[in-house]
């Protein structure tokens, strides 16, 4: 059964840092692109960042880039999102999802607040 | 990169047929038949319901159906249940490796 599983989410000061983890399971991420998905509090779904498969490529929605930081363990089977300089508007859950022409596959999500 | 638009809220009947619609424009919806759609419980992760404009995923129900004109992508609920009230997003490919995610629709089954 394809599952994948996020953890790391906690309440962080505005400025500070935090790295959220992703694992996969019933399939390799080294055979897929993966991305992470995130949805602030009563608001819509937005695209933070995708890694290709054999992590050569990264990309980032404009408002994370240069703090966020996409990355990936093949021997681990994991996914993880460096934050630096979070900000106010950050606080969202973060989904892990398995993306091909599609995101098909997506985790619980683990929920970011980034508060004083 | 712009959220694409769809109506915020929705409302039918059991039994009627709804279509959400998800405007775009030439960088993304215009651009490639990656559109799809996703359906999303109170409290519980997305799920994907059509993908490649107009494809369902097995287990999804034939009542869904997706389509394309131009730079506007369509989702149509036929028969509507109970169960169908939750929040809908479309999603597109918008070139250079990146996405681009609707507004969210609420519809409420009356």
């Known amino acids: 059964e394809v599952q994948v599983v996020e953890s790391g989410g906690g309440l962080v000061q505005p400025g500070g840092s935090l790295r959220l983890s992703c694992v996969a399971s019933?399939?390799?991420?080294?055979?897929?692109?993966m991305s992470w998905v995130r949805q602030a509090p009563g608001k819509g779904l937005e695209w933070v960042a995708n890694?290709?498969?054999?992590?050569?490529?990264?990309y980032y929605v404009d408002s994370v880039k240069g703090r966020f930081t996409i990355s990936r363990d093949s021997a681990k089977n994991s996914l993880y999102l460096q934050m630096n300089s979070l900000r106010l508007e950050d606080t969202a859950v973060y989904y892990c999802v398995r993306e091909g022409r599609y995101m098909d596959y997506w985790g619980q999500g683990t929920l970011v607040t980034v508060s004083s | 990169q712009s959220a694409l638009t769809q109506p915020a809220s929705m409302s039918g009947s059991p039994g009627q047929s709804i279509t959400i619609s998800c405007s775009g424009t030439?960088?993304?919806?215009?651009?490639?038949?990656?559109v799809s759609w996703y359906q999303q419980y109170p409290g519980k992760a997305p799920k994907l319901m059509i993908y490649d404009v107009n494809k369902r995923p097995s287990g999804v129900s034939n009542r869904f159906s997706g389509s394309k004109s131009g730079n506007t992508a369509s989702l149509t609920i036929s028969g509507l249940q109970a169960e169908d009230e939750a929040d809908y997003y479309c999603c597109s490919y918008a070139g250079s490796s990146s996405w681009v995610f609707g507004g969210g629709t609420k519809l409420t089954v009356l």
């Open positions: 030439n960088s993304d919806i215009g651009s490639y038949n990656y």
């Open positions: 019933g399939f390799t991420i080294s055979t897929y692109w």
């Open positions: 890694i290709k498969q054999d992590g050569s490529e990264k």
